[in-house]
């Protein structure tokens, strides 16, 4: 009859028993590792060094789209607010002139942070009857545009009109331009020497029939 195996005899013969991986093996697995983690690293700094100049170029138009619409909404208000000073006759002396109007007027109402240097204004007065010719003296002779205002202040028109009379203002502003995409599309013009782009407002009106006395622009 044949004894049953004795355990012990099984255990010094080895079987069952996990076998060990050698020295060798675990350090080739840790080599492995560490050049996986170096080269996923170096990677991660290409893609950062691809992603990063898109990043900025994006960051840069947001910025200069921003200040674009910024400038517009100020100017806007800026602008209404001055025909309203005019059509209700409630310029002061210090607006007799463009500079003074300017200065006094328009750039009272700006927004602050924004420069009084990069305003550029146009004010016009006509009336319906007689040589006044209406608003038409506005329109270019094609009749497909406006006729051009010069963004030169020493050139511009200035007339508040009389009670009655229609005006028409136009109140620019330089924004600076610092965008390679909007400098790329020629989208910029060189203003006093640096690129800007003009934000532009109007306001068609006429002057309520004041009684007390305006200033005289000499129009």
């Known amino acids: 009859m044949a004894r049953p195996s004795d355990p012990r005899h099984q255990n010094s013969i080895g079987f069952g028993t996990p076998m060990s991986c050698p020295t060798s093996c675990g350090a080739q697995k840790t080599g492995c ?27 840069i138009e947001i910025l200069q789209g921003g200040l674009y619409v910024f400038c517009y909404a100020a100017l806007e208000k800026a602008t209404a607010d001055s025909s309203r000073t005019i059509m209700i006759g409630a310029l002061t002396d210090t607006a007799s002139t463009a500079n003074g109007f300017r200065s006094a007027v328009v750039c009272r109402n700006l927004i602050a942070g924004l420069s009084c240097g990069n305003i550029v204004t146009s004010l016009q007065t006509t009336t319906l009857a007689g040589s006044g010719g209406g608003y038409s003296v506005f329109v270019s002779p094609d009749e497909k545009s406006l006729v051009p205002v010069p963004m030169d202040n020493a050139q511009t028109a200035y007339c508040t009109g009389a009670p009655g009379t229609y005006g028409y203002i136009q109140v620019f502003y330089a924004v600076p331009v610092f965008s390679p ?39």
């Open 181 to 219: 995409v909007w400098i790329a599309l020629k989208l910029n013009t060189t203003w006093n020497g640096t690129s800007v782009v003009f934000a532009r407002a109007a306001v068609a009106f006429r002057n309520e029939p004041f009684t007390t006395a305006s200033v005289s622009t000499g129009c």
């Open 33 to 59: 590792l560490s050049r996986f983690r170096r080269s996923s690293g170096g990677a991660t700094a290409v893609e950062f060094a691809l992603v990063m100049p898109l990043f900025i170029l994006v960051f």
